[in-house]
């Protein structure tokens, strides 16, 4: 049987994943150990020199990682994966490894509020230059991309606005001027979308947040050609250290089993509930991709499979409403996380974009009265009432 040509998620579930030889236990066990005992010094020095595949230390390698590295890589079609401690190592690394001093970098101007951080504040003071734009106007990237642009960075769908950035387009602007493309691919997953099939050189994923599911590690992922991946991983991953726990990497491994059904209830949820805050009195604006009234709606449809679990939507009565609704909801939790089984809300003005003033909030299009709701996978029902509830509850407070 060819498992290169199984479907997601036959992939999701036995990609990377295998029985112990040694045992025959079902599900292998988890690799804990921190170093590798070596037959001979001479064996240690061709492990040592890249000349023979095999485990030496645990930052350079370990057995259950690699699992999970050739499941994710099996899920984005790409050549190779690497894992890393968080989504931000995962971002930072593979930055690092593709910019040097003199060089340029063109982000998206909406972007998650650390990446934000990081390539604002950060390359800057290693004299890496960067342009930040709107990335959904593709003009605007081929206006800002200069002769030492080495890297395009786009996160889409983007956080916390939903707007979509084309792939396909950006990645041509990118390889016509000899840059590469990075997409942030978290809010999609490879269930949704798939970067590296429409031209991405590297695709980027907090495995915090869908991948896992559960809400109960931190992980990031690296995924593209066998040559960039290993590139990044040494000396870059293996110097500067953000390497994933072997515990962790189970947990994601286990939980991308179930992605794409799980995707299927986040997608399904989130398209009741957009439907629903679109009719509601007190909701003004509604930014789902899956809705009509989204700008970029059409090219959502042909980038993606389907919209995803993400929304956001701007409360009537603005700054204190966005922030009396989340304080009165009752089963979903109000956490600045994402992508989780359960349902997770936030205000981004007052949370996770707090550090933008007013003017900068307003021009990114994140309304005050703005809300953040990850459609977990609880009946739709039970999350509509419960918006409903804390709407009504909001519309009291408030006098509206
Ligand atoms: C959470 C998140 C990150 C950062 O990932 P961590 O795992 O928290 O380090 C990066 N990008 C996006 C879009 C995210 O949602």
Redesign the pocket.
Known sequence: MDKKKLSFNARAIHAGSQHCPETGAHIAPVYRTSTFVIENVERAIRLGYGEEEGYAYGRFGNPTVDALQKKVAALENAEASLAAA????A?TTALFANLKKGDHLVAGDI??G??YGFVRDILPKYSIEVTMVNTAETESVKKAMKSNTKVVYI?TPC?PVLRITDIKAVAEIAHTRGALLFV?S??ATPYLQRPLELGADIV?H????YLNGHGDV???IIAGSKKLIDNIRKPYMEWIGGVISPMDASEISKGIKTLGARMEIHCANARKIADFLEEHEMVEKVLYPGCESHPQHELAKIQMKDFGGMMSFNVKGGFEAGKALINSVELISLAT??GCVDSLIQHSPSMSHAALSRTEREAAGIAEGQVRLSAGIEEAEHLIADLDQAMAQVKKKLNI
Do not use: P, R, W
């Open positions: 968080s989504g931000m190592s971002i972007i998650y650390c990446t996160e956080n942030d978290t809010y980027l907090s495995a915090t947040k931190l992980g990031g996380s994402l």
